[in-house]
């Protein structure tokens, strides 16, 4: 088992893994339509390399729904219905599907009145956030998404030593006319507590700084976070007693605390926690997010103009590095969205190995279809 742990090569095809994940939500009662949605924006997390948000969640997110944290074929109900303003309720659905109705939503009234402001709270997990910026780039809207993580409780602020924040994600989306949307998308932590459980599974290091233990000692070793655990073992951040690092020193702790502000507080999703909880609040994504029609605030083609000097200007910067490259934001998804494309998706094996056992309990016929190539 170790030994699979250390090697990195497995390659996935994304058909199988759309398959595999999308029958197995199946067997948990999903209907076809929102099992695939699930399956597809994992394994779309992996093509854009955020390996983080993808198919590693599978065996957590079949946790989750056994822990009743995430109920299948949720439809989100509209609770603020005030014109450039509306706010849903996922209900504990999942938020791959109640994510598409919030921004289709966003998109519907920004149309109509040039911006629009659109909540969305009690949302099982939504993933890559900049896939919500993704969508309304599609439909030509900039757009500004803020989320918080209600229960889950990783982050510490600047100065702090323990847990008192959640990742909390921000994407911004530039449309772009006939070249590929520019688009920011982060945790507010040092990384996405994805990350620390790739690296947990034997995939890509932390960087210097990512988590800090209990005594204030910055380090990079996942066990902080999750305790010693064996490879079968789904990490459950209960068990540790470190935290991951907000980004940017003390500014950076500043938004990852307006993100609890935006996404929990304004949205009515509420914040990871408060000072008189007695008990853990229950799992949920708050994304208050922003649409603005591009063409209703100044002529299209000049505001692609513009997008598309600047982006090329920062890219024209000589690079610190003399193998590397200035990339704006969104072009390193790019690039590995094409290579992933390509050539598969890699995972660490145990990762895989996780998914099909996952598969294997709810009764998943015939594994042996899935094969993953060894490069
Ligand atoms: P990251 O650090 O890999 O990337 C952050 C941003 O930096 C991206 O816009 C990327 O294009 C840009 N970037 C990357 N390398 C660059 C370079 N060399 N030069 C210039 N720009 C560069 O991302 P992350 O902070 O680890 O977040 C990972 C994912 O986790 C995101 O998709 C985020 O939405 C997601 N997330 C989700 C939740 C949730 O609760 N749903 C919580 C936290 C994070």
């Known amino acids: 088992m170790s030994n699979k742990k250390n090697n990195p090569e497995i390659r996935v095809k994304v058909k199988d893994a759309i398959e595999l994940i999308s029958e197995i939500f199946q067997a948990k ?3 076809d339509y929102e099992a695939k949605t699930i399956a597809e924006r994992l394994c779309g997390s992996n093509l854009k390399g955020h390996d983080s948000h993808g198919i590693v969640r599978v065996p957590r997110y079949v946790e989750w729904m056994e822990r009743d944290w995430v109920f299948p074929n949720i439809e989100s109900e509209l609770v603020i219905d005030a014109g450039a303003l509306a706010c849903l309720d996922a209900k504990q659905g999942f938020g791959q599907v109640a994510g598409e109705r919030a921004v289709d939503e966003g998109i519907a009234r920004a149309k109509k009145h040039g911006v629009s402001v659109v909540g969305l709270k009690n949302s099982g997990h939504l993933g890559r956030i900049g896939d919500w910026a993704e969508r309304a780039a599609d439909a030509g809207f900039v757009s500004f998404h803020f989320v918080n993580v209600r229960g889950s409780l990783l982050v510490a602020p600047f100065g702090g030593t323990d847990r008192r924040g959640s990742t909390s994600p921000l994407a911004i989306g530039i449309p772009s006319k006939g070249k590929e949307h520019i688009i920011l998308d982060m945790a507010t932590s040092t990384v996405a507590e994805g990350k620390v459980m790739v690296a947990q599974k034997g995939g890509k290091p932390l960087p210097q700084g990512a988590l800090i233990d209990s005594l204030g000692n910055l380090t990079i070793n996942p066990e902080v976070m999750y305790g010693k655990i064996s490879d079968d073992e789904v990490p459950d951040s209960e068990n540790g007693s470190g935290a991951i690092t907000a980004f940017g020193l003390h500014k950076g702790s500043g938004i990852n605390f307006m993100m609890e502000m935006l996404g929990g507080a304004l949205t009515g999703s509420g914040v990871s926690a408060g ?6 609040r229950k799992f949920a994504n708050g994304m208050l997010s922003i649409y603005i029609s ?8 000049y505001f692609s103009k513009e997008v598309q000097s600047y982006a090329d200007f920062v890219r024209a910067s000589p690079a610190s590095d003399k193998n590397g490259k200035v990339l704006i934001p969104g072009d390193k998804e790019i690039i590995t969205n094409n290579d992933r494309l390509a050539n598969g998706l890699p995972v660490a094996p145990i990762v895989w190995e ?10 998943v016929k015939n594994l042996f279809r899935f094969k993953e190539a060894i490069n």
């Open 29 to 31: 009662a999903c209907s």
């Open 294 to 301: 591009v063409e209703k605030m100044v002529d299209l083609d």
């Open 275 to 280: 000072i008189d909880d007695k008990e853990k």
């Open 354 to 363: 996780n998914i099909k056992q996952t598969a294997e309990k709810l009764n």
